[in-house]
């Protein structure tokens, strides 16, 4: 079976700029995250997707991150405008459904902000 | 609330020696744990996971781990390391009481020196 996909797999902008990544989420999985990794850190959990329905979204910066999960299948995660701090790397994971089910993980995107 | 916390940030092996790299969770209800394993360059990828099962659970590669509740612990170990188990080590809580959290650790290191 076809894994998550994600892209662009790197991108490099300036601070103040916008910037969005995408997901596509195993076919059939009902549950999809976006986590954030920082550089020698695990990766923190931004927001779940059950369906089109928001489960968590508890750690999103919503001043300036946006995400949203159109028909419940792909998923796109903003952020407007960029700062240092948001240099990571963005993962997208998928689920079954919500609980305790292995997450498939995306190669993920680095985000480069300068 | 509910925390996972790693022990250590590095581990170091020789190869064929045994691997142990400790876990220890806090979490109001029982939870389901996870350990999961990062290659340079490559996605997450699930290594084992205990759901309330049997206390013992083996994974892929030759590892395993206990859940042991009195010690709120979920090591993960392996009699003998090889090369192609160094690696970035995750270990992960879920926690679905009322809502769904799930919390990654800060990540161990393991290094194998042939």
């Known amino acids: 079976e076809a894994g998550v996909a994600q892209s662009p797999r790197y991108k490099i902008i300036e601070k103040r700029q916008s910037v969005a990544f995408w997901c596509n989420p195993i076919?059939?999985?009902?549950?999809l995250y976006w986590y954030q990794q920082i550089l020698g850190q695990g990766p923190k959990l931004l927001i779940q997707f059950q369906n089109n329905g928001v489960v968590d979204d508890s750690q999103l910066p919503k001043d300036r991150f946006s995400a949203e999960r159109l028909k419940g299948v792909d998923s796109t995660l903003k952020i407007q405008p960029a700062k240092l701090e948001d240099s990571a790397v963005y993962l997208c994971?998928?689920?079954?459904?919500?609980?305790?089910?292995?997450?498939?993980f995306g190669p993920g995107t680095r985000l480069t902000v300068t | 609330a509910q925390s996972v916390t790693q022990l250590d940030s590095h581990v170091s092996v020789s190869e064929g020696t045994p691997v142990l790299l400790r876990c220890n969770y806090s979490s109001s209800y029982s939870p389901s744990l996870f350990w999961y394993v990062q290659h340079p360059n490559k996605g997450l990828q699930l290594l084992l996971k205990?759901?309330?099962?049997?206390?013992l659970v083996k994974g892929i590669n030759g590892f395993e781990a206990e859940f042991k509740k009195s010690e709120t612990s979920f090591h993960l170990t392996k009699p003998s390391a090889h090369m192609s188990d160094a690696a970035e080590y995750f270990c992960v809580v879920f926690y679905s009481g009322g809502y769904q959290k799930v919390t990654f650790g800060t990540g161990t290191k393991l290094q194998v020196i042939p």
């Open positions: 076919s059939g999985h009902a549950t």
């Open positions: 994971a998928s689920s079954l459904s919500s609980g305790s089910y292995e997450q498939y």
């Open positions: 205990y759901t309330s099962a049997a206390t």
